[in-house]
């Protein structure tokens, strides 16, 4: 397969409140914005690539019964690293889907964190391996497809 994902776009609600969020908490930046006030977007990265794009079209926030996204995943370099996302997380005080690291399927080397953003969409940072002995919410379906 030659084709790769080039950036994800996501409608949201308030591009300022979803701008602080992935710029400030999950460390996304800012490589430009529309500021017209019936286009407002905003164009996130690691500095040089483009990733994710906000778009403020949503009236409403997301809704996991609708087809469309199911969530978002970013993979982080160590499980340490997946802490430190988690503690910053806590401390905005972001809605998690389970405590703390789980597994992604029971006996799993890989796993990560679940939570939501501020419009409710379902994201996940997780690793390769490192999670092994993590807990598994559930033994008969993958941990992030149902959160």
């Known amino acids: 397969m030659t084709l790769r994902t ?6 949201v609600t308030d591009l ?11 460390g996304f930046a800012l490589i430009g914005e529309g500021k017209e006030e019936d286009r407002r977007y905003a164009f996130l990265g690691d500095g040089d690539h483009l990733l994710l794009t906000l778009w403020q079209q949503a009236g409403e926030p997301y809704a996991a019964d609708r087809a469309g996204l199911h969530h ?3 993979a ?3 499980l340490d690293r997946v802490r430190e996302y ?3 997380l806590r401390a905005y005080g972001v809605d998690f ?6 597994a992604h399927h029971e006996g799993a080397a890989s796993g990560g964190i679940f939570f939501h953003d ?5 994201l996940e940072i997780s690793v390769h391996s490192g999670a ?3 807990p598994a919410p559930s033994q008969s379906a993958p941990t992030c497809g149902f959160f």
Request: proline content about 2%; overall charge negative.
């Open 118 to 122: 501020p419009d409710g969409t379902r």
């Open 76 to 78: 982080a370099d160590s």
């Open 72 to 74: 978002l995943a970013f």
């Open 132 to 134: 092994q002995g993590a």
């Open 86 to 88: 988690e503690t910053a």
């Open 6 to 11: 080039g950036h994800i776009g996501l409608n």
């Open 97 to 102: 889907a389970y405590d703390g690291v789980v």
């Open 16 to 26: 300022d409140r979803s701008l602080a969020f992935y710029r400030d908490v999950l």
